[in-house]
């Protein structure tokens, strides 16, 4: 009995060995240029360019599944950034994805809210706080204006409201200081 225990074990320590080994030899890493991508893009993880997030969307992208002009969030800046990145010929923002609006996040009706955390479920990002029975609250600085709570919401008590600039929410543009 012993001696089996003993002969799985140094088997198992073998192989975890070789394992291990092969996982560092053989490592293959991540495309730096779906990075890249992914670091223009807005990080709504709205699904509006028709993929679930912005990595999936970065990735089709690097391997020319998809056109740079499917974000609305990231507007034709965002499709101008990657243009340049890619060094292809800047397109215009494809419209049959939705329109560029301004930056938005989800603000809950507590007076209308039944706790049915459908919004909870829907929110790529995390940015409602709740539970079944109990008003959400949204994270303001988590949201992303996706606007993905609004339709699962059955009593309608979510509104979306524009984000005014304000000096805590306001980040110059790097280019914009070095013209001035």
């Known amino acids: 009995m012993f001696d089996a225990v003993s002969i799985l074990s140094i088997l198992a320590l073998v192989l975890g060995l070789v394992l291990g080994y092969a996982a560092i030899r053989y490592k293959v890493g991540g495309n730096p240029l779906v990075d890249q991508i992914d670091a223009i893009l807005p990080q709504t993880q709205c699904g509006q360019c028709d993929f679930p997030g912005c990595r999936p969307y970065a990735e089709a992208i690097a391997s020319g599944e998809a056109e740079i002009n499917q974000c609305p969030p990231g507007g034709q800046d965002g499709v101008d950034a990657l243009a340049e990145l890619l060094d292809v010929e800047t397109l215009m923002l494809n419209a049959e994805h939705g329109e560029t609006k301004p930056k938005r996040i989800a603000v809950v009706d507590e007076q209308v809210c039944i706790g049915c955390t459908?919004?909870?479920?829907a929110c790529p990002v995390?940015?409602?706080?709740?539970?079944?029975?109990?008003?959400?609250?949204v994270i303001a600085a988590e949201c992303t204006g996706c606007d993905l709570c609004l339709p699962v919401c059955p009593v309608d008590c979510i509104d979306?409201?524009?984000?005014q600039p304000t000096l805590n929410t306001f980040v110059p543009d790097v280019a914009e200081l070095a013209r001035v």
């Open 160 to 163: 979306m409201v524009e984000v």
């Open 118 to 121: 459908l919004c909870i479920q």
């Open 126 to 137: 995390d940015a409602f706080v709740g539970s079944s029975k109990v008003m959400t609250q």
